[in-house]
């Protein structure tokens, strides 16, 4: 009885926090929920008119295609190679340029999902998907308003490429690690916001360059004087993370070099101008309006978010901006190798990840053409969706 009536404080403790939890983030748990079920429908419903060509099936790559309505249409492009590492480890071929932490969650969860790692994926990004909802919405109330961070998560969630955080792809982990570790950076928690950062390197090969944006966070409060220097090991975690992928392939293959000769089969280098021109020309150029269309995706988000760097620096803090320039700008140091229609392939999906361009747009005052604009993204995301779905080429 004794041992009853201690542990019944604690428990109404814990419920009283969660229900105070749900009310002070009902805006983002609620917007995840709605977007979740919408995309499981929508995807589900183009599966089921829209059926892909005999071409695609030589896109699975040796994995089982699914058959069911709710799983089977997320079973595309990067979520192949996910699941190929998931289920069989690396080799020695493309898949050795995908970082480890995503498919290896994968293999894990797929213990509860029946051994389906798809599945798996699609609970990961969900609830890393529910996860940057919250951190984002906490960091723009922080630094703006309730209605900023409001109109934040409204821009990110009808951004064109935003069903990828619901896909299984690594978009969602993510900016969850990198949302998470800002979170921690900002309230001087610098194990946990180095930690955090570590496994955002491990999530995605430019993740590593996210030490630059932590570090200028890091040494903007040693000159404030709020933490010592001296916290700067912490940093080392983010390294780590970036290493770690080289050091698993080094590891299985007795040289890191698999990875650069695994990316030189996906990408070249190429200067900014010239990877910019040769997807401008893409455009231009291309056999039909469907493929012209395609085509514009990556150039015309490469353009706005080089404008949206020059804003960040001048309506947010550094080390955002600091951010912001490392998602923007890698991608256009290299083209693609596969496809001379998309020389940029997947820059639109890479963006979605740069949370500083919604902040920066949730923070705009309230206008009548903010609502039109999120109508008309939102509506070409459902064509998004639609062409991912049927295996069209849109990553």
């Known amino acids: 009885m004794l041992h009853t009536t201690r542990s019944f404080p604690r428990t ?28 499981l429908v929508w995807a589900s419903a183009v599966a089921a008119f829209v059926l892909p060509s005999a071409e695609a099936t030589k896109h699975y790559y040796g994995v089982e295609p699914l058959h069911d309505a709710v799983i089977a249409p997320w079973q595309r492009w990067d979520t192949i190679w996910y699941s190929k590492i998931a289920l069989e480890g690396y080799a020695a071929d493309v898949r050795a340029v995908f970082p480890p932490l995503y ?22 990004s969900s609830l890393a998907a529910l996860a940057s909802f919250v951190l984002l919405y906490h960091l723009a109330r922080e630094m703006f308003d309730k209605g900023a961070a409001r109109r934040t998560l409204l821009f990110l969630a009808a951004f064109p490429t935003a069903f990828f955080l619901f896909a299984a792809y690594t978009e969602a982990v993510f900016l969850a690690f990198v949302l998470g570790a800002f979170v921690c950076a900002r309230s001087k928690q610098w194990f946990w916001a180095s930690a955090l950062g570590g496994f955002a390197a491990l999530t995605r090969p430019q993740g590593v360059l996210f030490l630059a944006p932590l570090g200028v966070e890091f040494f903007v409060q040693v000159r404030r004087g709020e933490i010592s220097g001296r916290r700067g090991w912490t940093l080392l975690l983010v390294v ?6 080289f050091l698993w392939l080094t590891f299985q293959f007795g040289s890191p070099l698999v990875w650069f000769q695994a990316q030189a089969v996906w990408h070249r280098f190429a200067l900014p101008w010239d990877a910019l021109g040769a997807a401008w020309g893409a455009v231009f150029f291309a056999p039909s309006f469907l493929d012209a269309a395609v085509s514009f995706m990556d150039p015309f988000f490469a353009v706005v978010f080089l404008l949206a760097l020059v804003w960040s ?9 600091m951010y912001l320039a490392t998602i923007i700008l890698p991608p256009l140091f290299v083209t693609t ?31 009548a053409w903010q609502a039109p604009l999120a109508a008309f993204s939102f509506a070409a995301q459902l064509f998004w969706m639609m062409l991912f779905v049927a295996w069209v080429f849109v990553h």
């Open 12 to 39: 109404l403790n814990l419920t009283q926090r969660v229900i105070e939890f749900a009310r002070t983030n009902a805006f983002p748990i609620a917007l995840f929920f709605v977007l979740r079920a919408w995309t």
């Open 103 to 124: 498919p290896l969650l994968m293999r894990c969860l797929s213990v509860f999902t029946g051994s389906n790692v798809v599945a798996a994926g699609l609970v990961i």
């Open 240 to 245: 780590l993370g970036g290493i770690g992928h």
């Open 313 to 321: 620096a001048r309506r947010l803090p550094f080390a955002f901006t």
């Open 337 to 367: 190798t596969y496809s001379e229609h998309y020389p940029l392939t997947a820059l639109a999906r890479y963006v979605l990840v740069a949370f500083p361009f919604f902040l920066l747009l949730g923070a705009l005052k309230k206008r």
